[in-house]
């Protein structure tokens, strides 16, 4: 299968700060690769290199063939893009903005008409086609975003966070989308901080942290590689330090979750649980929930960085809430 | 006594807080200092060659001339500027805050015209500093200075009471912006920039009429020929007119705006 | 269907067209958008010349109507607001994403400048015709239709130099703080020439910028109908000054254009 994407070395630094720092990436054509990292990892500036509007300051990648920046025309036109930021004007329409969307692409004046009304109705918005986007939801910004980003059948299609903010159903249906577009054989770069997104969607999964991949690989694989499942125990409110000292013991401790979840590894799955029970009971820790959790993604997440995914994300959203 | 006590307290810091606002803050100065005094220059350097016209007062230079018509420009465009700042403070919440707690309402608006005197205190030295620069000379001396100083500095609270009386009806920082050609307009229809006698019609008679004609007469006599008991009444007057409007419009805009929240 | 990798000048074309398009909905879209960009230019008109319209008293003047000799400078001056103004959005439009959309597409870099910089000169039209509407009411001399057309071409054009200009300064700053640095930037161009009275009557020090002003050039060839009549000798050095000032600031624009990626 011929490469959609390479990136080799890649780099960017801002003055003495280096937001990526030389990766390695290969998407096939007709792959969906989920890239996956909290907020400041190093995603959009990736993005935005491979989109042309970020120049590397270090490291080539070619996208659909093409240098990104000695051809950077070239990949423009051969790209679909859908930032971070749905970038629609409030005073135009979604029919307007999708036509000129085609007009910035070249099409002909009729074959964007009639790409537009398609797109239009394949996102399910011909009906509020003629309303000035100012008053689309959230999750309609999105579906327009996603169409303008399609009208000229691009190879290769960005998505750059495409679901963040949505409520479940959008999500949900921006996925059907995705999937839908990878069917017709687009290539999808898929950047996300929802560790369900990059296992539900992507082919293959590379995570990023502070500027570095750090793991690679389908998403089975990935957590193949973390190896086995842990037990996840609620005790209750000042029994943590004492449950993770018994549990040190029973099998490998993990970084505690939320500071009320004790996490231990253990070899045998199901088969440990009931020792671990018993001695919590000897220990007289009373457990008010326990559950068997097979790897994740965000264990796999774990292994490489020692933090989770969600609560490194929870806890920079309460920390920018109280700055504010 | 003890309550004048707390309210000079309550008006002093919250005069403090709306003067730091007010210099910590560049795109609220540069407008008030650079527009005028762009001004400045290129209608001394334009229209200079007026001083010859028949009937033009006599003067130094075309400049000594337009130093009070500046001053006044700065000291409209900071009652404007304060009336924006103070709106901000209504759509942030602020103004919230203060109408909890246990403070006279007048002293919130008194606070805030603290931070718009002190603009038009800034705006007269600025001025003055320019004028001497460039050789304009201040035939009322020191106490001339001082005292054009001082009714450029009240008339800026004058002002400052129209701009919060609108900011308190409106809640609009917008709005208020908004009003920015009508200081123009009214700057224009007075004497500020041209002897009134000079100007050409409708403009000449308005100006005639215009309070801020008197204001700018005041403040222009002690720099050009000296100090003039009658322009300094009159301009007190004025001044005095615009106190007592702006006063009526903000205890009315006041009572609307705790009414409506 | 992969877009065209080397738009012909019909997709230029229709990308520009697009981009006005789009540009004009703000006027017409929201409600009292026209009218700031109409009124600054008015109330100086009119201001300017109640205050200082018995200059023409002094001997010098071409005419004795203040209102025929300002006119063209009022007009001009919405010219550079609008302009201006034209700078403001493209950054409004920086901060909001919407940029990088036009930016990833493979419109060239000058067909997207042009259609931000276009979309200002046909702005330019409406406080111009207005405040000359307002200035024949009170009694400005009619410029005759050479006359009118040659302040229209010097009034477009200012607009584009100055969205050029604003253009430039929105890309490298990439923030609407710029906004009073373009719309000084283009008031003290226009005011810094024979503004308020001819060259001769100006303070030396005035004098000498105007002269050295490229912007005298533009006004005295827009005003020369509106003073006496219009010829060719006065007329071509504001169209040089006009194309200079285009070459410069437009290609100051474009490099940041092509910088934006830096």
């Known amino acids: ?324 | 006594m003890s309550d004048v006590a707390a309210t000079a307290r309550v008006v002093r810091a919250l005069g403090a807080r709306s003067i730091r606002q007010t210099f910590r803050r560049p795109q609220l100065i540069s407008p008030i200092v650079v527009f005028p005094t762009l001004l400045l220059a290129v209608q001394t350097g334009g229209a200079g060659a007026g001083v010859e016209l028949p009937g033009f007062p006599p003067v130094q230079s075309f400049l000594q001339f337009m130093l009070a018509g500046s001053m006044m420009q700065s000291m409209m465009l900071a009652g404007n500027s304060g009336g924006i700042a103070f709106a901000v403070d209504i759509e942030m919440g602020f103004t919230d805050r203060l109408f909890a707690a246990p403070i006279p309402r007048f002293a919130i608006v008194l606070g805030r015209l603290a931070g718009t005197a002190a603009l038009g205190l800034f705006a007269a030295i600025w001025f003055f500093a320019i004028g001497l620069i460039f050789g304009a000379e201040i035939e009322g001396g020191v106490p001339g200075a001082l005292l054009a100083t001082a009714l450029v500095t009240a008339s800026a609270l004058a002002v400052g009471g129209i701009g919060a009386a609108i900011a308190l009806r409106t809640g609009s920082a917008s709005v208020v912006q908004g009003l920015f050609p009508l200081v123009l307009v009214v700057l224009f229809l007075s004497s500020a920039f041209f002897p009134q006698e000079l100007m050409v019609e409708p403009a000449k008679t308005i100006a005639e009429y215009n309070p801020l004609s008197f204001i700018v007469e005041g403040v222009r006599e002690p720099i050009i020929s000296g100090i003039d008991a009658t322009q300094t009444l009159e301009a007190v007057a004025a001044i005095a007119g615009i106190v007592v409007l702006g006063l009526m419009l903000s205890a009315r805009a006041l009572r609307h705006r705790l009414r409506v929240g | 269907m992969e877009a065209a990798l080397t738009p012909n000048w019909r997709a230029n074309l229709a990308t520009i067209a697009a981009l006005m398009t789009r540009a004009k909905n703000e006027l017409i879209r929201v409600p009292g958008a026209a009218i700031p960009g109409v009124l600054a230019p008015t109330i100086f008109f009119l201001g300017l010349n109640g205050v200082f319209g018995s200059l023409t008293q002094l001997g010098g003047f071409e005419t004795g109507s203040y209102e025929s000799f300002i006119v063209p400078v009022s007009m001009l001056q919405g010219a550079g607001f609008t302009g201006a103004a034209a700078g403001v959005n493209l950054a409004r439009d920086y901060e909001q994403g919407w940029v990088d959309r036009l930016l990833v597409s493979p419109a060239p870099r000058w067909v997207l400048l042009a259609g931000n910089v276009l979309a200002a000169s046909v702005r330019a039209l409406v406080p111009a015709t207005f405040v000359l509407a307002i200035a024949f009411v009170i009694g400005a001399q009619w410029p005759g239709l050479d006359g009118l057309l040659v302040c229209y071409v010097m009034v477009t054009a200012t607009a584009a130099v100055a969205a050029c200009w604003g253009s430039m300064l929105a890309l490298h700053f990439k923030s609407q703080s710029a906004a009073p640095l373009m719309q000084a930037g283009t008031m003290a161009l226009i005011l810094l020439t024979p503004a308020y009275a001819p060259l001769a009557l100006l303070q030396p020090w005035l004098e000498d910028v105007a002269s050295v002003n490229p912007l005298t050039q533009v006004l005295e060839a827009a005003r020369q109908g509106f003073v006496g009549s219009v010829t060719w000798a006065e007329t071509w050095p504001g169209l040089m000054a006009l194309a200079g000032l285009l070459l410069v600031f437009g290609g100051l624009a474009l490099r940041e254009m092509r910088r934006t990626n830096v």
């Open chain 1, 1 to 324: 299968m011929a490469a959609a994407i390479v990136v080799a070395g890649l780099e960017r630094a801002f003055g003495e700060f280096r937001a990526v720092q030389g990766i390695d990436i290969e998407v096939g054509e007709g792959e969906i690769y989920g890239f996956l990292g909290p907020n400041g990892a190093g995603k959009t500036t990736t993005v935005r290199m491979l989109t042309t509007l970020l120049l590397p300051t270090g490291g080539r990648a070619t996208v659909a063939g093409h240098d990104v920046v000695a051809e950077a025309r070239q990949v423009r036109a051969t790209i679909g893009v859908a930032l971070q930021e749905a970038a629609l004007d409030p005073l135009m329409t979604g029919r307007e903005l999708i036509r000129l969307q085609a007009t910035l692409q070249g099409l002909p004046p009729a074959a964007g008409r009639r790409r537009a009304d398609a797109l239009l109705e394949r996102v399910d918005l011909a009906a509020a086609a003629d309303r000035r986007v100012g008053t689309y939801s959230g999750g309609m910004q999105r579906r327009l975003d996603l169409a303008a980003a399609l009208v000229h059948e691009p190879r290769v299609l960005f998505l750059d966070e495409p679901t963040t903010g949505l409520d479940p159903v959008s999500r949900k249906t921006i996925w059907e989308e995705v999937r839908a577009l990878n069917d017709d054989g687009t290539t999808v770069f898929l950047t996300t901080q929802y560790l369900e997104e990059a296992d539900q969607l992507a082919d293959n999964v590379g995570i990023i942290d502070s500027g570095r991949i750090v793991a690679e690989g389908t998403p089975e694989a990935l957590k193949g590689e973390v190896g086995n499942p842990h037990i996840e125990l609620l005790v209750g409110e000042g029994a943590v330090a004492e449950a993770e000292r018994v549990c040190r013991e029973l099998g490998k401790l993990l970084p505690p979750k939320d500071g009320k979840r004790v996490l231990v590894e253990v070899e045998h799955g199901s088969a440990d649980i009931p020792r671990v029970v018993r001695a919590l009971d000897e220990a007289g820790i009373e457990v008010e929930s326990l559950e068997l959790v097979r790897p994740t993604l965000d264990d796999v997440f774990v292994a490489k960085t020692g933090y989770h995914l969600e609560e490194e994300e929870a806890k920079k959203a309460a920390e920018e809430a109280s700055s504010t």
